[in-house]
């Protein structure tokens, strides 16, 4: 059965990315013709605080929480973080969590983990690849696209082991 | 997917989009003063160059500059959370005795959860208490859409109106239409002194008036589609209100809805019929018992309301299902990290020397509030803006000789903290006022203020000197020192300063770590 609405929670710690990751799903979702809506707090999150996103996209999408047990897809950037998540996967969800340490393996900046984890959740996600590089471009400025389109390509041609 | 659309979409937050409908509506003026979480309409505002936008001192003066130009005939708005009202409540009382010229907005994003703030008062209850109407969206596009209806509404009962967010609408994003500006003339400025001079004789008149506009609001209140009766399977209905009708939407996409988007005054007709065309009804809202204490008073027999557990911090959608069963709110604690002050932040200097010298710390709202958790906890009160100042006169009321110091940050202090140092010198306090001054406002995020001499666009402006300011006002010393790494010199300073029987002010400054990222 074709999925309704897709639910991806991103989380972490601040000052890893985890709006931008977000902000670049919810782009290209919108940009594929989807509704969407992203929620997240970030009033402390430059401090280093817990920081946690929320992305859902679909033909209609009313919360913009995820409830636990519904999230589709979990990308945490951060080990330390995994266990607080962890609930919000559902039964049969697909848990990025074995690929952060490849991730982090295939990026030259740290900075670019954000784009390296999105680019995998794109290798599962039915958005096309041209509303992708559109959200690429939306996202990040002129100056670091490349960098990023590099990542999210490599990490998107990858496969799971 | 992939449905061709010819309407031009944006991925905004509420606040963005708040913003953008704003200005579509063909808005002039906009003040505010920065707090976490409705910080970035005025951001976000500041980019359209056609705007007059301000960061003010603070939320009193960004509303009589807001107000001020709304009387002088420019549509304009003032934002602000939801413990910035409270600094602004004074002209807003009486403001809507005199009602507008061109429409004026208010706009308050509460905060449940208080995922950033020291309280969660819910502003709906202003409503009642200052008269005026609240339209209260659901979701960032509606947030864009109701407030051009608000300027539309504020015009034609001549009143400012409240638009009511919170942190989960203020911060979340949706694809939102967006369309072209609509430019408003501007209204003539008349000398109309019975409306806007409110001395006892005309505020009288005014406020029969004003009763009797809220009758007009409450008609309208029935009438208009921002209370949307959804009627589907009549098994069950929800009257609701801002975000709790997205998760009921999300949960049961079956059931009956009253929405109520205009809130304020209620639709006393409407809300009967619905409730006799359902079979169950429940009345589910975040916070306060707003809405369920005015179906009480209506007498609705069948109404269920949240048990009391349920009025403090967000509902979500998971808790939904318990609270409709009637439990309790079980809260399961799922511990993130918490926030700390930044490797780098010059207050760990600061704090350190306060820490040793064992002192008794009044401060109050900033970055600096994180000086009470570990390793430092050399904070020891934190109640509102300015407040250290102005504790520390308090405190040394009941202890004379107590080791007592306030802190306060220079954003802080331009804020609501001068005021107190004026008192403190007026009334012969005694004590150490430490100004924190990273010059920005830190905590929401870096904004400038009057004494980094630049504007909300980053345009130069007369700085304000805070040593000056500090020493006309009477200061018996006033040191300007750099903690970062100068802790020694530091201590040695509060040390002699601490002897001296004297109100003396010692500004730490050193820029925010952030500032240079």
Partial sequence: MKQTVYNVTFGGVGGQGIIKASELLGWAALYDGYHVKKSEVHGMSQRGGSVESHVRFGKRVFSPLIGEGQADFLLCFHADEHPRLKPFLRKGGVDLAPFLARAQEMIDNPRCLNTALVGRLAAYLPIREASWQKALETVFPPKILDVNREVFAKAKALRDK | MAKKSTVKKSFLSGNEALARGAWEAGLKVACAYPGTPSTEILEAL????????????????????????????????????????????????????????????????????????????????????????????????????????????????????????????????????????????????????????????????????????????????????????????????????????????????????????????????????????????????????????????????????????????????????????????????????????????????????????????????????????????ALHTCICMGAGVTFNEGLRRAHPDGNIVGVVGDSTFVHSGVTGLINAVYNRARGIIFILDNSTTAMTGGQNHPATGRTIRNEPTRALNLKKLCEACGADSVDVIDPHGNVKELEALVKKRLAADALSVIICKHPCVLLKR
Wanted: overall charge positive; some cysteine; charged content about 25%.
């Fill in chain 2, 46 to 377: 500041a980019l359209f160059p056609e705007l007059d936008v301000q960061w003010s001192v603070n939320e009193k003066v960004a509303y009589e500059v807001a107000y001020g130009a709304a009387v002088g005939g420019v549509r304009s708005l003032f934002a602000c959370k939801h413990v910035g009202l409270n600094v602004a409540m004074d002209p807003l009382m009486t403001s809507v005795y005199a009602g507008v010229n061109a429409g004026f907005v208010i706009v308050v994003c509460d905060d449940p959860l208080m995922h950033s703030s020291q309280n969660e008062q819910d502003t709906r209850w202003v409503g009642i208490y200052g008269k005026l109407p609240i339209l209260e969206p659901s979701s960032p596009a509606e947030a864009g859409a109701y407030v051009a209806e608000a300027f539309g509404l504020s015009e034609r009962f001549d009143t400012p109106v409240i638009v009511r967010m919170t942190t989960r609408i203020s911060h979340s994003k949706e694809d939102v239409a967006v369309g072209p500006r609509k430019e408003q003339a501007a209204k003539k400025l008349e000398k109309d002194m019975r409306k806007y001079v409110m001395v006892p004789g005309n505020a009288r008149a005014r406020h029969e008036i004003l009763e009797k506009r809220l009758d007009k609001l409450r008609a309208f209140s029935e009438k208009t589609r921002l209370n949307k009766m959804e009627l589907k399977n009549t098994a069950v209905g929800f009257l609701t209100d801002s975000v709790t009708y997205q998760y009921l939407k999300e949960l049961y996409p079956d059931a009956s809805f009253l929405k109520l988007g205009f809130l304020y005054p209620f639709c006393d007709e409407k809300i009967k019929t619905f409730a006799a065309r359902v079979k169950k009804l429940y009345v589910l809202e975040e916070l306060d018992p707003f809405i369920e204490n005015h179906v009480r008073m209506l007498g609705i027999k069948k109404a269920k309301f949240k048990h009391p557990s349920y009025r403090t911090g967000e509902l979500e959608p998971g808790l939904i299902g318990p609270l409709l069963a009637g439990q309790p709110k079980k809260i399961k604690p799922r511990p993130g990290r918490a926030p700390r002050l930044c490797a780098g932040c010059p207050h760990w200097s600061a704090f350190s020397v306060l820490k040793k010298l064992d002192l008794f710390v009044a401060g109050d709202i900033g970055c600096y509030t994180l000086g009470a958790l570990p390793p430092t906890s």
